[in-house]
């Protein structure tokens, strides 16, 4: 193998790694069907990957929550559940706290406390 072989074929290596071949597709986001018209692209978010890195892998119930009678019921899990099965895409009766509100309030704070993760709105809404 000659020189010049070998120079093409490192840059062939070289290329091949610098161009992800993956597409946006394949990441995973949430659902934000239940919104007629979203004000930004879903967001990115890999459940277990981040339960992994949180530390949260045995304790779902901290975002699945369950609430009966306006209080929340400790150590109960809502995870065979979506997140839009109880929270509309608008504030409601029997669930004041719309989708959108529970996301952010509940994703937010927790980053905010832990002081690690993402807080502006482009670190988990991204576009392609």
């Known amino acids: 193998m000659n020189i010049k072989h070998c120079i093409w074929i490192l840059m062939v290596l ?47 119930s901290v975002c699945h929550h369950v609430y009966g009678n306006g209080k929340l019921i400790e150590d109960e899990s809502s995870e065979d559940r979506l997140c839009s099965e109880c929270h509309g895409p608008t504030p409601a009766h029997e669930n004041p706290v719309s989708l959108r509100r529970a996301f952010h309030t509940n994703c937010k704070s927790c980053h905010f406390e832990s002081g690690k993760g993402p807080v502006l709105c482009g670190e988990c809404h991204k576009n392609k």
Request: with cysteine; proline share 11%.
């Open 14 to 60: 070289l290329s091949a790694a610098a161009f992800p071949v993956h597409s946006g597709e394949d990441t995973p986001t949430l659902d934000n069907t239940r919104f007629d018209q979203p004000q930004r692209p879903p967001a990115v978010f890999d459940h277990d990957n981040h339960n992994s890195t949180a530390g949260l892998d045995d304790k779902c």
